[in-house]
T-cell receptor
Framework: SQQGEEDPQALSIQEGENATMNCSYK?????LQWYRQNSGRGLVHLIL?????REKHSGRLRVTLDTSKKSSSLLITASRAADTASYFC????????????FGQGTELSVKP | NAGVTQTPKFQVLKTGQSMTLQCAQD?????MYWYRQDPGMGLRLIYY???????DKGEVPNGYNVSRLNKREFSLRLESAAPSQTSVYFC?????????????FGPGTRLTVT
């Protein structure tokens, strides 16, 4: 399988805590993207980090990328109950024609 | 601006029946994609169309065919449905002017094959 892996598969935290999700991928990439999926809905793009970037921020989201280890992490700070969702990383390469290779996802539950 | 729309939302088929899943986008995107999502498996690419007039196989194309009808529409056909095709199907689109960019997803079609 080409799929990447995400860790942990499930994460349960209290509101206000930080949530960290990790992703590993298999091939060299052009960029890595993170998506969110609320139960029963389509995926929504959160953030894209290019292969020449090491860290990127967007609001309460912080993404890091380590191309030498083929890994990325997504940090959600000061989590809210509304952050409860599944989070997926997706790797993208020029030589794959724009296709994304998705990880298996982390299911985040934020308890009020 | 509706984004990516998919029809139907739900479908139940008997083994051997055929059906077509419809997808349309109104964002003038070049590329369109069909994925399936199974529990614990994330999303797997079935077919994609990098631009109007082209289609290519993804990771799991067997049992499916696609048609890029025009720039807006990309359909997925199951010729003879099998229980293993029970899944949630998502269509997505992206600008894809060169660099692999973010994809916009439809709401999904929940298909059950009995």
């Amino acid at each position: 399988s080409q799929q990447g892996e995400e860790d942990p598969q499930a994460l349960s935290i209290q509101e206000g805590e930080n949530a960290t999700m990790n992703c590993s991928y298999k091939t060299s990439i052009n960029n890595l993207q993170w998506y969110r999926q609320n139960s029963g809905r389509g995926l929504v793009h959160l953030i894209l980090i290019r292969s020449n970037e090491r860290e990127k921020h967007s609001g309460r989201l912080r993404v890091t990328l380590d191309t030498s280890k083929k890994s990325s992490s997504l940090l959600i700070t000061a989590s809210r109950a509304a952050d409860t969702a599944s989070y997926f990383c997706a790797s993208a390469s020029y030589n794959q024609g724009g296709k994304l290779i998705f990880g298996q996802g982390t299911e985040l539950s934020v308890k009020p | 601006n509706a984004g990516v729309t998919q029809t139907p939302k739900f479908q139940v088929l008997k083994t051997g029946q055929s059906m077509t899943l419809q997808c349309a986008q109104d964002m003038n995107h070049n590329s369109m994609y069909w994925y399936r999502q199974d529990p614990g498996m994330g999303l797997r690419l079935i077919y994609y169309s990098a631009s109007e007039g082209t289609t290519d196989k993804g990771e799991v194309p067997n049992g499916y065919n696609v048609s890029r009808l025009n720039k807006r529409e990309f359909s997925l056909r199951l010729e003879s449905a099998a229980p293993s095709q029970t899944s949630v199907y998502f269509c997505a689109s992206s600008i894809h002017g060169g660099e692999p960019d973010e994809q916009y997803f439809g709401p999904g079609t929940r298909l059950t094959v009995t």
